[in-house]
């Protein structure tokens, strides 16, 4: 394997399949069973997943909603989506441990880097509920600090494309897919794949970034044996 160590960084509007928001039981099942075959492998598997699939901080901050109130509740999203995932991956018979940036320890443990590190040693997926457990900060800083803290070899990003494009694929049918970029590109750019914090934390400690279709089966798996899939950034 090319990498033994990852972060996967999913959105929460990936959990809302076609239905727009809440959670889709076809979607949920089908990102735990490739989590699951990746725990097979021997990969160490960390989870870092957003809130847009029940609610936003920066759009509820645009609704008048006071900016922190509005990314403390979507920080609370993240924790929902991570509790169905843990759930989930359980009764797929994976070992699996929720930790939150926010103390919560009725539902989750407390977020202790040594902790995550002995968990994900021991072969248990973790997954980072919580962001960063601050206002003003996305899940894509959070997947990027969390990578740093536990060494990860790489960050996947899990979208509903094959890559980073110069313009909306979906929108644009001569939108152009690029193979690799490095980060000062995608920063220099405005390239909108993760924001500019998250961006500068993985080129700083040159952590690289995967952005490939997560709901191609088998995607992820070739990601970690070093194929070529998607867009990499790197220096």
């Known amino acids: 394997m090319k990498y033994k160590r990852i972060l996967l960084k999913l959105s929460g509007e990936a959990l809302a399949g076609g239905e727009g928001d809440g959670i889709c039981s076809d979607v949920l099942n089908q990102i735990c069973d490739e989590i699951k075959n990746l725990q097979l492998m021997g990969v160490e598997v960390a989870i870092v997943i957003g809130g847009g699939n029940i609610h936003r901080g920066v759009a509820g901050a645009t609704k008048g909603m006071d900016r922190t109130t509005s990314d403390h509740m979507g920080m609370l999203a993240t924790v929902i989506n991570s509790l169905a995932i843990h759930d989930c991956l359980e009764r797929k018979e994976v070992d699996t441990r929720v930790m939150t940036a926010i103390g919560m320890a009725e539902i989750a443990e407390p977020y202790i880097r040594r902790r995550a590190v002995r968990h994900l040693e021991r072969k248990r997926v973790v997954i980072f509920a919580a962001g960063t457990g601050n206002p003003y900060f996305t899940t894509d800083t959070a997947a990027a600090l969390r990578a740093n803290e536990i060494d990860a070899e790489v960050i996947m990003k899990a979208t509903k494309v094959d890559g ?3 313009k909306d694929p979906m929108v644009h049918k001569d939108a152009v897919k690029f193979d690799q970029l490095k980060y000062i590109d995608v920063l220099n750019k405005g390239i909108k794949v993760m ?9 700083d400690n040159e952590i690289e970034i995967i952005v490939f279709n997560m709901f191609e089966r088998g995607n992820v798996q070739k990601a970690v ?6 867009t990499t950034v790197k220096n």
């Open 164 to 166: 980073i494009y110069d």
């Open 195 to 203: 924001d500019s914090a998250a961006i500068s934390l993985c080129m």
């Open 225 to 230: 044996i070093g194929e070529a899939i998607g």
